[in-house]
Nanobody
Framework: QVQLVESGGGLVQAGGSLRLSCAAS????????MGWYRQAPGQQRELVAD???????NYADSVKGRFTISRDNAKNTVYLQMNSLTPEDTAVYYC??????????????????WGQGTQVTVSS
């Protein structure tokens, strides 16, 4: 099993920045892709960014040019640098992992329990 713990959320004004972190533990050798999802009230959870062990990245259109995903394979940690935040970015942010990008994108993730997530609130 894989467990993931997110941190780094908070309250920020529009235009501000936050950096999220997510540390993985457990059977980490099974991890190739890691990603950040978010879920706003009343909406479905969406994948906003993902990254492979080799460093290939993908972003949702809504965050391209503003968010940057990175990872430290030695620490089994993934980061999300969020710049130029808007109120529409307000959500609970979760990370998860999968053996491949394709599995990550369809939600077939290694931590089926999902973590607590970290709240990001952007005020206007």
């Amino acid at each position: 099993q894989v467990q993931l713990v997110e941190s780094g959320g908070g309250l920020v004004q529009a235009g501000g920045s936050l950096r999220l972190s997510c540390a993985a533990s457990g059977i980490v050798f099974s991890i190739n892709a890691m990603g950040w999802y978010r879920q706003a009230p009343g909406q479905q959870r969406e994948l906003v960014a993902d990254i492979t062990k080799g460093g290939n990245t993908n972003y949702a259109d809504s965050v391209k040019g503003r968010f940057t995903i990175s990872r430290d394979n030695a620490k089994n940690t993934v980061y999300l640098q969020m710049n130029s935040l808007t109120p529409e970015d307000t959500a609970v942010y979760y990370c998860n992992a999968a053996p491949s990008e394709s599995l990550l994108r369809v939600g077939l993730v290694l931590d089926r329990n999902w973590g607590q997530g970290t709240q990001v609130t952007v005020s206007s």
